[in-house]
């Protein structure tokens, strides 16, 4: 009989590493998380709300590459500073489209490392078959936009009072890119 092997992805440029998540990430992936959400105000959840187990991680990055979610992690010298996430659409007038989510520790910002996840993703995803990448990103996110824009992404619309963060009502914009 014939047998394959899946290759793994991994890039190494300097002291970065790209590579897929794997299940033995769950608990230094989960610090990331949670050192994210108490750092910033650009992602989705508040400091402390994550309440995410380790094995509930586990559970959810095996689901995830069991149902074609592309998630990669970029390392500095074996310290997980960051990753990118790609969920393609299940739904058949939509195949071509995958959502995307990313983020880089703030220590770790400004050295390259978000482009080439994002970089990395989309290869991956036109390889099976990925012609619309789309995400959301807050309006005042400017580093985060302008990055996008550098990318090829524009934005297709803006999602009023879509977070509540500070007492105070943000924006956000829908970006896409097309292949």
């Known amino acids: ?104 520790l703030q220590e770790y910002t400004g050295k390259g490392y978000g482009k080439k996840l994002m970089q990395t993703l989309e290869k991956q995803a036109i390889q099976s078959g990925i012609t619309r990448f789309e995400l959301t990103v807050m309006s005042h996110n400017k580093i985060a936009v302008n990055l996008y824009k550098k990318m090829g992404y524009s934005i297709e619309g803006n999602i009023k009072n879509s977070m509540f963060i500070d007492n105070e009502f943000i924006d956000e914009y829908s970006m896409a890119k097309i292949i």
């Open 1 to 104: 009989g014939l047998t394959c092997k899946i290759k793994r992805f991994l890039i190494i440029v300097k002291n970065m590493k790209i590579r897929e998540l794997q299940i033995e990430d769950a608990k230094q992936f989960l610090k990331v998380l949670n050192t994210l959400d108490a750092e910033t105000s650009f992602l989705s959840r508040e400091k402390g709300e994550r309440k995410t187990t380790v094995n509930q991680l586990k559970e959810d990055i095996q689901k995830g590459i069991s149902n074609g979610i592309l998630n990669y992690v970029v390392e500095n010298k074996g310290v997980l500073a960051g990753y990118v996430w790609g969920n393609p659409s299940k739904i058949i007038r939509k195949k071509h489209c995958m959502y995307i989510a990313i983020a880089i």
